[in-house]
């Protein structure tokens, strides 16, 4: 396999292929969940994959650049995607 850009190991472009089908899983694997639980009705009706993947990332940066209690964000994150009432 020959790679468009000579300064790149072929490999690269395995791994960048491999990378959108992991992510493409990961929000049809999120999607089954919202679904799941907006039937049940325990999430919002209004959730959406994009907002876990912020919750998701929200705690990993405050983590990452020690910005705070983690679990306070998690908390917080998630009491907004519990369904009213």
């Given at each position: 396999?020959?790679?468009?850009?000579?300064?790149?190991?072929?490999?690269?472009?395995?791994?960048?292929?491999?990378?959108?089908?992991?992510?493409a899983?990961?929000?049809?694997?999120?999607?089954?969940?919202?679904?799941?639980?907006?039937?049940?009705?325990?999430?919002?009706?209004?959730?959406?994959?994009?907002d876990?993947?912020?919750?998701?990332?929200?705690?990993?940066?405050?983590?990452?650049?020690?910005?705070?209690?983690?679990?306070?964000?998690?908390?917080?994150a998630?009491?907004?995607?519990?369904?009213?009432?």
């Amino acid at each position: 396999m020959s790679s468009t850009n000579s300064s790149q190991p072929p490999g690269d472009e395995i791994w960048r292929h491999l990378a959108g089908g992991r992510e493409a899983l990961r929000r049809a694997w999120g999607a089954q969940l919202l679904a799941r639980g907006k039937e049940e009705g325990t999430v919002r009706t209004d959730a959406e994959v994009g907002d876990v993947v912020m919750i998701v990332c929200g705690p990993a940066a405050v983590i990452r650049h020690d910005a705070g209690d983690w679990r306070r964000c998690v908390r917080n994150a998630c009491a907004g995607l519990r369904a009213p009432g």
